[in-house]
Nanobody
Framework: DVQLQASGGGLVQAGGSLRLSCAAS????????IGWFRQAPGKEREGISC????????WYADSVKGRFTISRDNDKNMLYLRMNSLKPEDMSVYYC?????????WGEGTQVTVSS
């Protein structure tokens, strides 16, 4: 079974930084992308970043571009999201997602709280 476990969330002051991690396991497909989305209470789900499985192509939502950096370690099956200059509007539950053109998986999220 595919498992994705996000971690690294916490409480940070506005302007601060956090690094999220995602441990992925149980998949064998070589053609996929992996990324992050977030969802705050009462708000729609928002895709924020993704990266290809075998190249360095990345995508960022405009809301995080220039502040967040996605990276991966394929040897460890780990995905990371470095979040700098955090804003109160970044407060949300963050999830990692593994997807291809035909399937997708996500797991438990991690809470990021940003105090103003």
């Amino acid at each position: 079974d595919v498992q994705l476990q996000a971690s690294g969330g916490g409480l940070v002051q506005a302007g601060g930084s956090l690094r999220l991690s995602c441990a992925a396991s149980g998949f064998t497909d070589d053609d996929y992308a992996i990324g992050w989305f977030r969802q705050a209470p009462g708000k729609e789900r928002e895709g924020i970043s993704c990266i290809g499985s075998s190249d360095d192509n990345t995508w960022y939502a405009d809301s995080v571009k220039g502040r967040f950096t996605i990276s991966r370690d394929n040897d460890k099956n780990m995905l990371y999201l470095r979040m700098n200059s955090l804003k109160p509007e970044d407060m949300s539950v963050y999830y990692c997602i593994l997807f291809s053109s035909t399937w997708y998986y996500w797991g438990e999220g991690t809470q990021v709280t940003v105090s103003s």
